[in-house]
């Protein structure tokens, strides 16, 4: 019992008494851990995170329906999205299209959840207001320059049912022929710019759209946006598949192909910077420790003259090796979230997630290397005769 | 038997012989000096004996066993029981207080025991100081620490190199002093200096030169000279 | 003798001077290798990207409207579908100022046929065309690596090069039709009839899986319309937008001259878009958002990322360099005491301690300068499949960073030997 508490009290004398060295020593661990606690927390952050930036590609799933059911609806709709978690869901819009027809000029439009096609397609430019009231809506831009109107027109769309029928000769269809026949009046919020297919159409509320086609409600497919891997989103496919029969998911190959092919080429590249410094890092910090324990041989050579083993000896460097590695790998673990924190906030906006995992491999990778670092210096500094150290430098 | 007894000892290092033949015995409760001019071989011969070296050739041989013969492990047992040492440069550990460098050597024999290290601080006189760092210390305070580490453990020789060496004269008769009481109490003591004045209160005086013994001297005044400075 | 003394320090303490050495190779290497990743890491993500498809689209000026709703319509009216771009005019694109910057552009046209009485659409392109432009430059480009996440669940990818009369026909329409890879279609157009050999079915999720895809010349060739072209899509590596271009994409008309020459001059999607205009006759070119926007968005985030993880890993090896300086010059503090001892003057010490470590450091900041070059390759051929390129400007910054953290290192370690007093230092205190 004596024994180790001498063994203790040696260890924290060289290590309270030392202090400059120590701090030296200490900072080059703390360092060390920082780097290591901080990276690998942003590694494993990076998939998340980044795939995050990815949602900003729109739509990588779509629902439409399976061939023999009778079409969506919301209740099949609202069974299909309950398979999906909802931490994943970051967008989700239905779209009716239906053409109707503005002076006399055919147009599709496309009634959908104005907030939700927010979210589904964040690449949107919008000139002017996103429509969030009854009758307004959001028109495509080359829409907008074929029927020369401007933010807060007005305009009056018309939708018959036979139109649709015969969707041959829709601009020749006369209006007073048709008796069921909708009119509406609409006010344009905004102008769409997407450089895409979107910019020929007009969007409106689900309601508004259903309204215009005399209250029948139907969605011909619902797009989503999820944060998920690609394996994730073909489980939901599967699952979807067998519990909703009447919706067939899909995936939008272009964003989830895409996404995954360059979300694995960023992880790796985390991956391979992370290791690379990581691996730099621990020799630069062994290097340190061994040249604090260099400048220990004197010691090492009188502790041998005094009786000391070999083997004692190395325990004493390692012990306060292993102390020095504990307290300089806390210190790190806190360091390294801290920072791992400042670049996630100021790179993705948000807060990273605190891997408690990471404390304690941290701590013990950095007992590692210091004790590792401080073998090789002591066991050169007991393998010379104490004479010689002694006497000599 | 001798307590000690080098028989026909050489130490060679490449072309040079360090020592030459040498052969020497030292009885218990002896106080010896050794004596010489540098590169005369004094310190290869406290290497040898305090077992920190081993000769190339002849026989060490130290309460009977001969430590020529045994392997670094072995002998590093064998320092650690039967001999303390004491080095001209001190050698404290700087970050242990007075009582834990003493401590670090009963540490290494057998159980460290503050209350016995802080005896032996007494001895020397520091029991006061036995919460001073080494550099909180003056010189002839570090060597009483040293000495104190030295006769912590009852070793069987204590071995002094140059210990006077860095010390002004108050120290040194203070040194010379300590060796004195240990000397009373029996303890083998051998000095190892170019110091006449140090190797005037020894016993016998053994003189080096070019590897070999010059000259050996018993004093005569041993005793009354001893007498003489206790008086004072 | 100074010489003579650094030499001595140098040669003779072989051993701790490798270990500074090794330990300041280690961060310039750190330093290099970091720095040339982070410099490249926008171009590599960039091609990366191009996964997702051209990010500009090239369409004639009064079709820009028409064509959308028309197709819905079904498009048997060639009155209306009229404006077509010229082919002869694709390879201009390479000419524009930003030039180097594009990667892909592909022709397409586009136009009705019939199949088995179905009317279906049938698109033109290229696939995996080679290109020699008159600028004396080779491309291979095509839908090949255009449509790049088209997934072929039957035959293969058309290859144009040896197969001209074949065609691949998406996945929904194969199904209706009941074609298979191999088969033989008819095709009829307007202007004639072609049998095509199914090379490969696509399924992609989006229209094109009820589309028929051949080579350019073959839909020319059915809908009489050679020489013409309905739209093209270019590849093209962007920075980022920032509040100038978007101001820009509005009207460039309205930069002030200093700000219109900037614009035009960075490689914004807009002022590509807007030199593709100028080239290419009676075009309108646009961004596609979708890719261009998220394109933006993902590389600003990994340049981001990139700087930070390299600020970081640059500050690390800068603290483990300075300390390591500062640990081995205390460890010295005997002999610089000994100096001091003999009548050295504070600066002479200081000096020779500097231009010792300040060899060190040159000798091994040159060679980790070379090491982290090879990581950085490393790192470029194992993330990327390419090589990373050679940034100059790392050289400088590594020196720079190299001499400076090595000389605040030696600060603290010189000052605490200066303070000193030779006697305590000699004595070992």
């Known amino acids: ?393 | 038997m001798s307590l000690l007894e080098l028989k026909n000892v050489s130490k060679i290092y490449g072309s040079l012989k360090a020592l030459d033949d040498v052969s020497l015995k030292v009885e218990e409760g002896e106080w010896l000096a050794i004596m010489g001019p540098s590169g005369s071989g004094k310190s290869t011969m406290m290497n040898i004996i305090s077992c920190l070296d081993k000769p190339s050739l002849g026989e060490v041989i130290l309460d009977g066993v001969d430590i020529a013969k045994e392997n670094s492990k072995k002998l590093t047992e064998i320092r650690r029981d039967k001999i303390g040492l004491i080095f001209q440069q001190f050698h404290l550990v700087n970050y242990l207080t007075a009582v834990e460098n003493v401590m670090v050597s009963q540490y290494y024999h057998s159980m460290p025991d503050e209350k016995e290290a802080l005896e032996a601080l007494e001895r020397v006189g520091l029991k006061e100081r036995a919460k001073h760092l080494p550099s909180q210390l003056s010189g002839g305070e570090q060597q009483r620490v040293c000495i104190a580490r030295a006769l912590i453990n009852h070793p069987e020789i204590i071995l002094a190199d140059e210990p006077t060496g860095n010390l002004d004269e108050a120290n040194e008769n203070i040194v010379l002093d300590l060796f004195e009481q240990l000397h009373n109490e029996g303890t083998t003591l051998i000095v190892v200096t170019h110091d006449p004045e140090v190797a005037e209160v020894a016993q016998r005086t053994v003189v080096l030169n070019h590897g070999k013994i010059a000259k050996e001297v018993i004093n005569e005044n041993f005793g009354k000279k001893a007498d003489g400075k206790n008086d004072k | 003798m100074f010489l003579r003394m650094v030499r001595g320090a140098l040669f003779r303490q072989k051993g701790k001077m490798l270990m500074i050495a090794f330990t300041i190779l280690l961060g310039s290497s750190l330093a290099t290798a970091m720095l040339n990743v982070m410099f490249d890491v926008g171009d590599k993500v960039n091609k990366e990207l191009k996964a997702y498809g051209a990010n500009i689209t090239v369409v004639p000026k009064e079709n820009s409207v028409i064509d959308d709703i028309y197709q819905v319509e079904g498009d048997d009216e060639d009155n209306i579908k009229s404006a077509y771009l010229k082919e002869e005019e694709l390879g201009k694109i390479k000419t524009i100022f930003w030039a180097f910057n594009i990667v892909d552009f592909t022709p397409f046209i586009d136009s009705t046929v019939s199949v088995d009485g179905e009317d279906v659409t049938i698109v033109g392109s290229w696939f995996n065309h080679h290109l020699s432009l008159p600028t004396g430059e080779e491309l291979d480009t095509g839908i090949t690596s255009l449509r790049a996440w088209w997934e072929i669940t039957d035959g293969k990818w058309l290859d144009e090069q040896k197969q001209e009369d074949g065609a691949m026909v998406g996945t929904l329409l194969a199904e209706k039709l009941n074609i298979k890879a191999g088969d033989k279609i008819t095709v009829s157009g307007k202007a004639g009839k072609k049998e095509l050999t199914v090379t490969g079915i696509f399924d992609c999720g989006a229209d094109e899986d009820e589309q028929i895809y051949t080579s350019l010349d073959n839909a020319q060739y059915l809908s009489g319309t050679d020489g013409l072209l309905s739209s093209i899509e270019v590849s093209a590596l962007t920075t980022p937008d920032n509040e100038l271009a978007r101001r820009a994409a509005k009207d460039p008309g309205q930069l002030s001259i200093a700000d219109y020459e900037t614009w035009y001059c960075t490689a914004y999607v807009s002022s590509i878009c807007y030199q593709i205009q100028e080239v290419i006759t009676g075009s309108v070119a646009s961004p596609v958002r979708q890719v261009a926007d998220s394109e933006g968005a993902i590389m600003e985030k990994t340049e981001l990322l990139m700087i930070l993880i390299t600020v970081l890993s640059l500050v690390g090896s800068a603290l483990g360099i300075s300390n390591l300086v500062t640990a081995s010059v205390m460890e010295r503090s005997n002999e610089l005491g000994l100096l001091k001892a003999i009548g050295a003057k504070d600066g002479a010490i200081s000096i020779l301690v500097l231009t010792e470590i300040m060899i060190t450091a040159i000798v091994g900041g040159v060679a980790g300068y070379f090491v982290g070059y090879g990581f950085a390759q490393v790192i470029g051929n194992t993330v990327f499949g390419s090589a990373t390129e050679m940034k100059l400007m790392v050289i400088p910054i590594v020196s720079v960073l190299i001499v400076c953290v090595t000389l605040i290192g030696s600060i603290p370690a010189i000052k605490t030997l200066l303070r000193m007093k030779p006697a305590e230092v000699l004595h070992g205190r």
Do not use: H
């Open chain 1, 1 to 393: 019992m004596e024994r180790r508490k001498m063994f203790i009290r040696m260890i924290t004398a060289s290590l309270l008494r030392r202090r400059s060295r120590m701090f030296v020593a200490l900072l080059a661990i703390a360092v060390g851990a920082t780097i290591l606690s901080g990276l690998t927390m942003i590694y494993y952050d990076v998939p998340r995170q980044m795939g995050e930036q990815f949602r900003n590609y729109g739509a990588n799933m779509i629902f439409v329906a399976s061939a023999e059911s009778e079409g969506l609806n919301t209740e099949n709709v609202e069974e299909a999205l309950s398979c999906i978690s909802d931490s994943q869901k970051r967008g989700v819009a239905p779209y009716r299209y239906e053409t109707v027809t503005v002076n006399e000029q055919p147009v599709i439009v496309a009634g959908t959840d104005i907030e939700g096609a927010k979210k589904t397609s964040p690449y949107w430019l919008v000139t002017g207001e996103w429509p969030s009231e009854k009758g307004e809506i959001l028109i495509g831009k080359k829409t907008a320059e074929l029927l020369s109107v401007e933010i807060d027109d007005t305009i009056q769309m018309t939708y018959s049912a036979q139109a649709l029928e015969n969707p041959d000769q829709p601009a020749e269809t006369d209006r007073s022929e048709n008796e069921d026949a909708i009119n509406m009046e609409f006010t344009v919020k905004g102008i769409l710019d997407t450089g895409g297919n979107e910019e020929s159409y007009i969007f409106m509320s689900l309601e508004d759209a259903n309204e215009l086609t005399n209250g029948e409600s139907k969605i011909d497919v619902v797009e989503l946006s999820l944060s998920a891997t690609q394996d994730e989103l073909n489980e939901y496919v599967d699952l979807i598949s067998k519990k909703v029969p009447d919706i067939t998911p899909r995936l939008v190959k272009r964003v989830t192909q895409s996404e995954t092919t360059v979300l694995t080429k960023l992880q790796s590249l985390v991956f391979l910077v992370t290791i690379v410094v990581l691996l730099l890092m621990m020799i630069c910090v062994a290097t340190t420790m061994m040249a604090v324990v260099t400048e220990r041989r004197k010691e090492v050579g009188l502790r041998k003259a005094l009786g000391a083993s070999n083997k004692s000896i190395i325990l004493e460097f390692i012990g306060e090796g292993v102390l020095l590695g504990a307290v300089g790998g806390l210190l790190g673990s806190i360091l390294g979230f801290i920072f791992a924190q400042a670049i996630s906030m100021n790179v993705f906006n948000s807060t990273i997630t605190f891997r408690v995992l990471l404390v304690p491999v941290t701590i013990i990778a950095s007992m590692a290397v210091v004790a590792a670092a401080c073998i090789i210096p002591v066991r050169s500094a007991t393998d010379v005769d104490p004479a010689i150290v002694l006497k000599g430098e």
